[in-house]
T-cell receptor, first 110, second 115 residues
Framework: DAKTTQPNSMESNEEEPVHLPCNHS???????IHWYRQLPSQGPEYVIH???SNVNNRMASLAIAEDRKSSTLILHRATLRDAAVYYC???????????FGTGTRLKVLA | EAQVTQNPRYLITVTGKKLTVTCSQN?????MSWYRQDPGLGLRQIYY???????DKGDVPEGYKVSRKEKRNFPLILESPSPNQTSLYFC??????????????FGSGTRLTVV
C-alpha cells in the first residue's frame, strides 16, 4: 500500500488560493489519487480524484506531478466553509482500499 | 435527499453488552463500508461489502461483525464490546468500484463509548 505524507496543518486567508500538498512516493502505476475532506462534526466528503492528468471540478483542482510521487489539491478561492481536514489517499483502480492518514487541517482566516 | 443514515448518533454502553449500529442508504449503491476514526490514527476500514451477501474484512475487523441481507442496509454488530472499541464510527456507500469511480457518500457518524 502506498504511504502518504501531508502537512499537519495549514492556514489561508479567505478569498485566496490554497495549495494543499501530498507526497505519495511509493504509489504504484495503477493507483488513482483521491482527495476527501472532513468538515467539523461531519463524515468525510469526496473532493476529487485523478490518475495522471490534472483534473478540475466545481470544488477544486488536482495537480499531479509528472512522476506521480506527489499531488496538490488547489482551492482557488478559500472560504470559511473550506475549513476542514483534507486527506489524500492513493487507491488501486477498481477498489476503495483507501488509507486515510491524519490529513492536513486547513484553517481559513476571515 | 440522497444520504447515508446511521443510528444512533451517540451511544454509551457497558463492556460485554451486545450492540448494533445501523446504516442505511437510499441511493441503490452496491458498495458499503464501515470505518472507525481515532485520534492520531485517521480512518481505518473495519468491513466492506461489494453487494448483497458479499462481505469482507478491512484493516481492523477484530471484534466486529457485519451482515448484508438487503442492498440498502449494512449493520455493524459488536457482540461483546470492549473499551478499546470506543471510537467514532462512519458508514459509507458508493456504486460498485468495478464500474468506475464515483466517490463515497459517508454518514454523519456514531460516537460510541464503551465503559
Amino acid at each position: 500500500d502506498a504511504k502518504t505524507t501531508q502537512p499537519n496543518s495549514m492556514e489561508s486567508n479567505e478569498e485566496e488560493p490554497v495549495h494543499l500538498p501530498c507526497n505519495h512516493s511509493t504509489i504504484s502505476g495503477t493507483d488513482y489519487i483521491h482527495w476527501y475532506r472532513q468538515l467539523p462534526s461531519q463524515g468525510p466528503e469526496y473532493v476529487i480524484h485523478g490518475l495522471t492528468s490534472n483534473v478540475n471540478n466545481r470544488m477544486a483542482s488536482l495537480a499531479i506531478a509528472e512522476d506521480r510521487k506527489s499531488s496538490t489539491l488547489i482551492l482557488h478561492r478559500a472560504t470559511l466553509r473550506d475549513a476542514a481536514v483534507y486527506y489524500c489517499t492513493p487507491t488501486p483502480s477498481g477498489t476503495y482500499k483507501y488509507i486515510f492518514g491524519t490529513g492536513t487541517r486547513l484553517k481559513v482566516l476571515a | 435527499e440522497a444520504q447515508v443514515t446511521q443510528n444512533p448518533r451517540y451511544l454509551i454502553t457497558v463492556t460485554g453488552k451486545k450492540l448494533t449500529v445501523t446504516c442505511s442508504q437510499n441511493m441503490n449503491h452496491e458498495y458499503m463500508s464501515w470505518y472507525r476514526q481515532d485520534p492520531g490514527l485517521g480512518l481505518r476500514q473495519i468491513y466492506y461489502s461489494m453487494n448483497v451477501e458479499v462481505t469482507d474484512k478491512g484493516d481492523v475487523p477484530e471484534g466486529y461483525k457485519v451482515s448484508r441481507k438487503e442492498k440498502r442496509n449494512f449493520p455493524l454488530i459488536l457482540e461483546s464490546p470492549s473499551p478499546n472499541q470506543t471510537s467514532l464510527y462512519f458508514c459509507a456507500s458508493s456504486p460498485s468500484p468495478l464500474t468506475g469511480f464515483y466517490g463515497y457518500t459517508f454518514g454523519s457518524g456514531t460516537r460510541l463509548t464503551v465503559v
